[in-house]
């Protein structure tokens, strides 16, 4: 499953860049993209354990960049 979440809050390219880095390492996700211009992040795990993949994602966005949310 792929879906779309909008990043409020994310400071520069280099944060996106960092969030998609630690993302990526994530158990459970397949892919993650984080665009810096859309403020996006599209997040692709399987459809089975996506909510609690997401839920790891949110978590590392509080901790690695406590100004940004993802918004669900």
Do not use: Y
Request: net charge negative; with cysteine; glycine share 2%.
């Amino acid at each position: 499953m792929r879906k779309s979440f909008k990043l409020d809050e994310i400071d520069c390219a280099n944060c996106a860049l960092k969030l998609e880095d630690a993302i990526k390492k994530v158990d459970g996700v397949d892919d993650a993209k984080v665009n810096f211009m859309t403020q996006k992040l599209t997040l692709t795990a399987p459809d089975d354990r996506f909510t609690d993949v997401l839920d790891k994602v949110v978590a590392l966005v509080a901790d690695i960049e406590p100004d940004c949310e993802v918004i669900r």
